[in-house]
């Protein structure tokens, strides 16, 4: 059964960098068939797709957040990370780690959410 | 608004069949399997289906299926527990990202 935990800061200020980093257990990074990826969020609203990473570090960014946004992959701890430039009040929401499908089609398992909030 | 639209709500009683819609056009759900995730009380999702494929621990009441460019989740013998938001999700190669669905609201009465 594979486990993914998200962990760090809960509170960003304005213009700051969100990081964030996935742990996996139960399955690794380094397999060749799924991706790894980043789903938000926000308080009362739907599931957003931020981006994903291939374990050779390859990666693929939402459109919309693309210029703000980098993923990393450290087989070495079985961990992959999120870096987020620039956050305002908007990038508030619960971000969610997650691996997806080979095709990136569909998520097979989800973190347990962490919650950011965005505030001076 | 989503790439994909889903019923904003849905409801039906302990027992009864209900049917969750995906719809979505040639360029995602037309060409790429379809994941179904369960989120009760805003807490973390739960894939529930995923392609044709029932996760493990995840009740044959749910089966999944798709048509053209609409994909539906099914569930038969609808039981309390099965109250939550249901969003569906794939792949859109024209705008190459992950896409998914606004969610819909089942409420068992």
């Known amino acids: 059964q594979v486990q993914l935990q998200e962990s760090g800061p809960g509170l960003v200020k304005p213009s700051e960098t969100l990081s964030l980093t996935c742990t996996v257990s139960g399955g690794s990074v380094s397999s060749g068939s799924y991706y790894w990826s980043w789903i938000r969020q926000p308080p009362g609203k739907g599931l957003e797709w931020i981006g994903y990473i291939y374990y050779s570090g390859s990666t693929n960014y939402n459109p919309s957040l693309k210029s703000r946004v980098t993923i990393s992959v450290d087989t070495s701890k079985n961990q992959f990370s999120l870096k987020l430039s620039s956050v305002t009040a908007a990038d508030t929401a619960v971000y969610y780690c997650?691996?997806?499908?080979?095709?990136?089609?569909?998520?097979?398992?989800w973190g347990q959410g962490t919650l950011v909030t965005v505030s001076s | 608004q989503s790439a994909l639209t889903q019923e904003a709500s849905v409801s039906g009683t302990v027992g009864q069949k209900v049917t969750l819609s995906c719809t979505g056009n040639?360029?995602?759900?037309?060409?790429?399997?379809v994941g179904w995730y369960q989120q009760i009380s805003h807490g973390a999702p739960k894939t529930v289906m995923f392609g044709n494929s029932l996760p493990s621990g995840i009740p044959d009441r749910f089966s999944g299926s798709k048509s053209g460019t609409t994909a539906s989740l099914t569930i038969s013998g609808l039981q309390p527990e099965d109250e939550a938001d249901y969003y569906c999700s794939t792949w859109d190669y024209s705008l190459s990202a992950v896409v998914f669905g606004g969610g819909t609201k089942l409420t068992v009465l």
């Open positions: 997650a691996r997806v499908g080979p095709y990136g089609d569909y998520v097979d398992y």
């Open positions: 040639s360029n995602n759900i037309g060409s790429y399997a």
